[in-house]
Structure formats: structure tokens, C-alpha cells
């Protein structure tokens, strides 16, 4: 009973120390928390447990290290987030491929394999953007703008207040921007402007 009111950090210096309870007991103050976020990006309740596993593996191993300074459940989203951006991206490339060795049609409007390539590609390098963001700021923007949570509901899972949210969000998305600039569509006449300046 006394571990369960323990604070986050208490129990988080005790299985650093070699109390496996006190993990245990930190999984099940956010399992709901975790577990929903698990099943938002996955495709179906076994890969979610998949994620769900194989984050909460990664976190305890940096809670054993000693590593977790800040919130417990913020670090374990983010690690839940984390997994779950690769979990997908490896099942994304895998139907792509299926895709491109099935699919033969000749319809003007269907993605031929060059095409398909480029997709890919352009969703593993926003991804890889999102993943290299701060952890907090990496969250704070999947949870809001992929999984269109309010800053409401995004700030009872990360245990902070909206207007945390909403500058991660700020600070995130002008990361992002400037990261996934060159992928912005070109305007009418602005190559042709640019060339006529040089």
C-alpha cells in the first residue's frame, strides 16, 4: 500500500537500487495511459502489446541505469510513441513491397512503383524528424497532430498543463518546419523567379 502512494521518483530510485516491485508498481499507476496509447497506433491489441512490451522493456532499462530524471509517464509516452513510429514504419515497408511486386494495374491514377518509393521514403524521413525532436516536444506534436488529441486531453496524458502543451507544440513545430523545409511544394513561378535572380 505504502509503495502505491509513493511518489514517482521515490519508486523510481528504488528499482535503480534493486526493488523490482517498485517498477512494477509505477506500470500499474499508467497502464491505462500506456496501454492507450499503444492501441491508438496499432494496427490491432497483439501489435499493440507488442509495443506496449518492447517500450516498457526499453524504460526499464533506463530506469535501472538511473537515467529517468524527469516525469516517469512523460519519459514512458514517449517511449510508447517512439516504438510505435517503428513498429509502423517497418509494417508500412512491408506492404510497400507487397505493393510493388502484386500490384500491375494500369489505372492512370494508381501509384506505380517509382511512385510508391518516393513515399515511403518521405514518410520515414518525417518520421525520423519527429523521433530526433526532444522527447517532450516529440510527444506533445504526435499526440496533437497525428492522433488529433486536444490540448486538453494531451495534457492529462503527459501530466502537464495546456500551456506546456501548447509550447512544446510551438517549439516542436518549428523544428519540424525547418527540418521538412525542402519538402514544401514549390509555388507557381517560384522556380522560374528563383532562376531569373541568380
Not at 67 to 92: C, D, K, M, P, Q
Request: proline content about 3%; some cysteine; overall charge positive.
Amino acid at each position: 500500500m505504502l509503495a502505491r502512494l509513493a511518489p514517482d521518483q521515490e519508486l523510481l530510485t528504488a528499482y535503480a537500487n534493486g526493488d523490482e516491485a517498485a517498477f512494477e508498481t509505477l506500470y500499474k499507476r499508467y497502464r491505462r495511459r500506456l496501454w492507450g496509447l499503444a492501441k491508438k497506433m496499432a494496427w490491432d491489441t497483439q501489435q499493440a502489446e507488442d509495443i506496449l512490451v518492447e517500450a516498457m522493456a526499453a524504460v526499464a532499462v533506463q530506469a535501472k541505469r538511473g537515467a529517468i530524471r524527469g516525469s516517469f509517464i512523460g519519459y514512458a509516452l514517449t517511449a510508447v510513441h517512439h516504438r510505435g513510429l517503428h513498429v509502423l514504419e517497418r509494417r508500412n515497408e512491408r506492404d510497400a513491397r507487397k505493393a510493388v511486386e502484386l500490384k500491375h494495374s494500369v489505372v492512370a491514377d494508381s501509384p506505380n512503383p517509382e511512385q510508391s518509393i518516393i513515399k515511403r521514403a518521405l514518410r520515414a524521413e518525417v518520421a525520423q524528424a519527429l523521433d530526433e525532436l526532444p522527447g517532450n516536444q516529440s510527444t506533445a506534436v504526435y499526440l496533437v497532430d497525428c492522433q488529433g488529441l486536444t490540448y486538453k486531453e494531451a495534457a492529462a496524458a503527459l501530466s502537464c498543463s495546456e500551456a506546456t502543451v501548447k509550447r512544446r507544440l510551438r517549439e516542436g513545430r518549428r523544428t519540424l518546419a525547418i527540418k521538412l523545409a525542402h519538402l514544401r511544394p514549390t509555388r507557381p513561378g517560384q522556380v522560374e523567379a528563383e532562376g531569373a535572380a541568380v
